[in-house]
């Protein structure tokens, strides 16, 4: 299942598939970005993380890719399982700065 | 230690009245932030302090008033909230350099009666 970020907010996978999160950032100046997951009663958790001097950087189950020329992030989560479900934000930081700008967040659940 | 810890984990107070939150790191982070949550929307950066020192303020109400009185502690002193100052507030730290991006705390749940 796929996402556009701002424009489908939730998302809706059978446990299994793999999931892509869509993000579109709006500073180009923006030099880092962060991806985190957000369950429900908690704060936010770091799951990965890209410079703006790469396009691509894998984890574990998942693969972060940037598309600097489009100013696009996307958080692609495979063999997707229940304890997946969450809200996921997307981050940027601009060059030079000390804070993070985070996206509007896209709910993944997880259809079992 | 890879946390950050936040008390109370739920607070109502009125709107007269005096409260504070606490967080509380021993990751050796530099970095330390104040970010308010409301309900289904993303954080939004309040207070940043950088070794001790308060180096951003978001042009957050003084209603709110931030304290670090070492590296390890973060405070949050509240006086004479609003009811619209209900929200999630989360504490968050870093390395300075934001390697590895921020930790975020499980938050305080604030509400304003």
């Known amino acids: 299942g796929e996402s556009v970020g701002l424009h489908l907010p939730t998302l809706s996978v059978q446990e299994g598939d793999n999931s892509i999160i869509n993000c579109a950032y709006s500073?180009?100046?923006?030099?880092?970005f962060i991806w985190y997951k957000q369950e429900s009663g908690k704060g936010p958790q770091f799951i990965i993380d890209?410079?703006?001097?790469?396009d691509k950087r894998q984890g574990q189950r998942v693969t972060v890719l940037l598309n600097k020329t489009v100013k696009h992030l996307s958080l692609q989560i495979a063999a997707t399982q229940p304890g997946d479900s969450a809200v996921y934000f997307c981050a940027e930081m601009r060059d030079g700065a000390n804070n993070l700008f985070f996206g509007t967040g896209t709910r993944l659940t997880v259809i079992p | 230690d890879t946390e950050v810890t936040q008390t109370p984990k739920h607070l109502v107070m009125g709107m007269t009245n005096k409260k504070s939150l606490k967080c509380e790191q021993h990751?050796?982070?530099?970095?330390m932030y104040w970010y308010k949550q409301k309900a289904k929307k993303p954080p939004e950066l309040m207070f940043v302090?950088?070794?001790?020192?308060?180096?951003i303020n978001e042009s957050v109400p003084s209603r709110f008033s931030p304290e670090c009185p070492n590296s390890s502690l973060l405070n949050l002193h509240l006086h004479a909230l609003q009811p619209e100052d209900s929200a999630l507030y989360l504490c968050a730290s870093s390395l300075g350099n934001r390697v590895g991006g921020d930790t975020f705390g499980s938050g305080t749940r604030l509400t304003v009666v």
């Open positions: 890209i410079r703006s001097n790469m």
């Open positions: 990751m050796g982070h530099r970095a």
């Open positions: 302090y950088s070794y001790e020192k308060l180096s």
């Open positions: 500073n180009s100046a923006s030099d880092y």
